[in-house]
């Protein structure tokens, strides 16, 4: 089946309305969601560390339990307050 | 073909998805974006909802052949993992890898709360045979009480592939939200007293027993209940790379990059699978109902073992370990820490619960077990599989069944 | 079998390579040599151009079954994967979680840019047409114009699967070549005021935008281009695992050892069909010079509407970011930093570039789907595809075609 | 089907292990607890070992489906991978990304060495015809004495499938007994004057040469010998990933996850040929003893050509080196290194040997070649191999194989 | 084919059963095996330094090559007397 | 079909006769492949630090861009002069 240039430039004109019909639809769909949602700054950096409490109570637990068990003694004999990471 | 440019642009408006854009994917592409939104903004189980989520929106999409029935599709492709019960033993290796069965040797009577927890899967099996669905569906969805996606996956695409989607879909969701059903269950069946139990520091266990356990586990389980041996073999195998000591590469690779890659593809298949022919029926509403029922006498189940232990021990078992015998690990075991502390901020239960938490994981897997003896027959699951085996290895059974025809029509 | 000394001999020698080598293996022997020259040595996509050039080379040694056509053998194992158009899409699930759309997000109207340069496929399709191509072979080479290797892959897999290996070489040759073959037409295109424009700078945009975007984009596009949905369904889902934020396991498998394996294969698979039969053929040539066409159409389409962005604007966009609409990423939106920073030692167009450039990558995507809703026939390609499904996930159909075929026989 | 309970009760007992538990099974499950025992006790190559034992494990538990022979189970799925020779070369890739060339090119007279230890090879395969094995069985066998894996399960699979077990686990024990083999026999057959000589540094090696050297070496390997194409191409590609420069993403894949994902597959597979049926036969007694056979021959070999060379050089070359031909890198290398400064402390040949150890590698993959040119039926190779391929690839043949008896049959 | 509840009930109590007992038959043997094979508590760390000495050997060779290669003398002009990690 | 300890001889004296051929082949490519490109002592060390200006040029441009932003001043109202790694 050998293609003749007038179906070529057929396929190319439709193509090329295609994509550019595609991509301006992305287009509007972006720009009404940029407006949607708007950038805020994130929080300041602080906020970030409280902001799993439930992990780090597993971690005191953990941390406790493990100790507990190395140093022979019941959980409940000493508390870990806090964890810090460096 | 023709290429004018009207019948170029009719063809290119015929193929578009809007053509044969039915409600029922309407229906099913918001439950997609649901099941993203959930996974992202509310973090239910991230990993595999956000993979099963997209998968569900591709397959949703009419035209895109991404539908788990498609043939030579690329999920499709993903599917065969599913279908041949290929990927749910892999990921559980990589579980395997990353479970330390430490709190369980220490105090190897949890492994009961892992048993009671079980309950929650025949308590549904029955409400499920009520409902109408037959042995096998019943069975598929009580599953989803063992807490474990892996496992129902596994089961349903065995005895129930058509309800491998809500089941699949039922069993994240609800371990997701085990934070939320698990804590008024506990505090409605314990005392105060109970729940401020504290209990003894768990033993340390000597390397040797920690190797030694997955091998025993695999012969013993798998002796009593073969069918459970490509998930439970795989758990082990995935623990004693963990324990052994001597194959840390394996180790590393399998509860990284190996369960991710796996994890992918599951999560998409499962994903695809969830067509509006398949997913939009009462059937899934029910199953949602059965879950949630599941998971409720799961927890029940292993609280009032937990009571029964509680009071057998004189006292030294605290109730609140039982509920994390559902499995959902490790999220099960820190509910139990967190009811735990509510009542007494010094009671840490949190390795204690580990015990029974990993003990459901075995519980759910020798539940699947049952199950595969009772009903996946041997016969029909070799018949079932063979589609693939023969024709890759041995060209000629095929050859061979063309003469036995050939034989006959001559005759 | 018989073992005398000279009997033996003379089989090692008759099975060697050199017993029946022909000048075409020779040639493709030098031509795998300098890819793997090209690849180390001028840096020319080492990635995928190392390992094509090395399955070249082990394909085109007489008798090692090593080419793409050598059933059972190694490499013919993987071509399946490029066959079926499972590994494309797994690439572009790594390009997408190593991508950040971040700059297309800040200016959409860059889109436009990637949709201008699609300018080049289709000026190539008509070169194609025009030098004795039949329309679908003349979409697989034009795509070459998209400057995307996995798209190129694809695409040529699908409409043209015997023109697969010249269009993968040229495709990330010439994407190679972007920093030689762009500045030229970049400074014939415009004037030295317009690349000293210097443009505004990016608006920071909202991590929830970013989520969404892949999500919507998959959407839309697979909606309007069902066909597309593997490649760009696959690529949202990359980028979704990159911004979620709650799957950082997959996306770091995803961007690393997933993307990194699946490379290896594809390209070995790509070397193994470049062999004398299917490359050493005027029809190579055609390509080779189509594929410098189409960089350059591809060029001059992104560079003629930036200039157009750029008077609509009142002068705000640098035509030069137009260019970078050939995808190629991150080589074109680089090559628009220095031709501006040349002109102008203080404009920093690189940001700017970026959104064009991945605009590129949609638009591609966009083009390869207008192609298959085009040509690739859906009732064809489920033919095509039909070859492992049935067998793999269902063992009846062909006991149900013997059954017609006995039935038709006996009457 | 009927739930009764006893009924119920009968099918779960019925389908237990026990039920079918054999002799045979008992003593492979023990065989697997041994090899388990040795892997990580006594660090017998853990990394093939304890999966291979596990995979042992699993394939020897009735009914659990898990042997390389039930068609539709886990395992079989992986053993494809070893029946279709996949899973070896990938393997091979990832040896090539570990291996250092440099020594070897620094010193290129050791390939010499790693020539002569392939004298086991050919010592074993005499034993094994004399011992009543025919003679591609007796080449499977004898290859254990390449000490080399993946050679020795590439050419067991290809040659004496049915001795694919016990060939794999003999070379993988034996070359964790090197230091327990050799060390002897080096002592035996070296004079205390040769072990004190002290070999000149190696000259360092231009990067280019690194890199050109696996491009030469497969295009003289693989024209003389084709069949060696899969695993020496494959180790040749992962050194080029390694020395190139341009490809790091692609080398630490190969070294890392790639290689370790594929030896859990290709250990597993192994491990699920091990049945009783395969595995407790008087043939497996036999290749034990042949193995060690391999081994001694293999390290007298190398050490007899060390002292041939000794004398030749002028006493420039320690014969203790000769030994490290038979491949097992490193260990082997670790051995000559350790009986040298046993002799003199301040003797350093571990470098040295690197030469001949890697030797050894290309060594075994040349007699693998040779064996595949006098042995590997091409023709019946591409029949075995084209099971899989034409069904994934192309639809028509089974239809085509259809109509041809249709027409038969209507004569 | 619908199945009948009291089937669901003789399928679950017999369930139930077997998951006991084998969870059961899994407590003794670990309880067993804990006996057999009680906690030791690890060696001092030194131990462990002094552990792999062939490898330590290997390491010393190497080394003492590889600088021999590059200071351009012989590998027996000197001594490496030991590696410390740190 | 049983094979005979003399076909045995034949293929064991042919296949090590091939691989000593084969390996001797590879050693005299060696060996003028190490005479033509001889080894080169690598290049001084601050020659690295220069070597990649354009990817460095990207650097300033990515880092100008991204400070622009978050400055919110023009990316020509301030100058990067160089990076430095450390
Ligand atoms: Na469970
Ligand atoms: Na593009
Ligand atoms: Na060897």
Tied chains: 1, 5, 6.
Excluded at chain 2, 10 to 35: E, N, Q, R
Excluded at chain 2, 75 to 102: C, R, S, W
Excluded at chain 2, 130 to 148: K, P, R, T, V
Excluded at chain 2, 334 to 348: I, L, Y
């Amino acid at each position: 089946m050998e293609a003749s240039i007038s179906a070529a430039l057929n396929v190319s004109v439709l193509a090329m309305g295609v994509i550019f019909t595609v991509l301006v639809i992305l287009i509007f769909t972006i720009q009404l969601l940029v407006k949607l949602i708007p950038y805020k700054a994130p929080p300041a950096p602080p906020a970030r560390a409280a902001s799993s409490p439930s992990n780090q109570d597993d971690q005191v637990a953990a941390i406790t339990a493990t100790l507990a068990s190395h140093m022979g003694k019941r959980p409940d004999e000493f508390r870990i307050v806090n964890i810090q990471s460096h | 073909m023709e290429f004018s440019f009207s019948s170029s642009a009719s063809k290119i408006i015929h193929s578009t998805g809007f053509f044969s854009l039915g409600g029922g994917d309407i229906i099913m592409l918001g439950v997609a974006c649901v099941l993203i939104y959930l996974a992202i903004w509310k973090k239910f189980e991230p990993l595999l909802l956000l993979p099963i989520g997209f998968g569900c929106l591709l397959a949703n999409i009419p035209m895109s052949m991404m539908a788990s029935t498609d043939s030579g599709g690329l999920l499709n492709f993903f599917y065969q993992g599913v279908k041949h019960e290929i990927l749910p033993p892999l990921i559980f290796m990589g579980v395997g890898a990353l479970t330390d069965f430490g709190p369980l040797l220490a105090n190897p009577a949890t492994l009961l709360l892992g048993a009671a927890a079980q309950i929650g899967v025949y308590m549904t099996l029955i409400g499920a045979v009520y409902l109408g669905f037959n042995m096998q569906e019943a069975s598929a969805i009580g599953i989803i009480g063992g807490a474990d996606g892996p496992t129902s996956i596994f089961i349903a695409s065995k005895l129930a592939p058509h309800l491998l989607a809500p089941i699949a879909v039922a069993a994240y969701s609800y371990m997701s939200l085990v934070p939320l059903i698990q804590p008024p269950i506990m505090k409605l069946l314990t005392t105060e007293k109970e729940r401020k139990i504290k209990m003894e520091q768990l033993r340390p266990i000597s390397q040797t027993v920690k190797i030694i356990f997955p091998v025993i586990v695999t012969i013993v389980c798998c002796l009593l209940l073969p069918g459970v041996a490509p998930l439970l073999g795989m758990l082990m195998l995935g623990n004693l790379f963990r324990e052994s000591g001597v194959t840390a590469r394996l180790h590393e690779t399998t509860e990284t990059h190996l369960i991710n890659i796996v994890t992918i593809l599951l999560a998409l298949a499962v994903g695809s699978s969830m067509t509006a022919e398949s997913f939009l029926r009462v059937e899934t509403l029910k199953i949602i109902v059965l879950g949630l029922l599941a998971f409720s006498f799961a927890t029940a189940g292993g609280l009032l073992f937990g009571k029964l232990m509680c009071k057998f021990s004189g006292g030294k078992v605290n109730p609140l370990i039982g509920s994390a015998g559902v499995s959902a690990v490790p999220m099960a075991a820190r509910v139990s820490q967190k009811v735990g502390a509510d009542t007494d901020p010094t009671n840490f239960l949190l390795m204690h619960a580990m015990g029974p938490n990993v003990a459901g994981v075995i519980g759910s897997a020798v539940a699947a077990g049952v199950f595969i003896s009772l009903f996946g027959d041997a016969g029909a699951a070799i018949d079932t599989h063979a589609a693939l085996a023969p024709i890759i290895g041995n060209p000629e059974p095929g050859m061979q069944a063309l003469a036995t025809v050939v034989e006959a029509v001559k005759q």
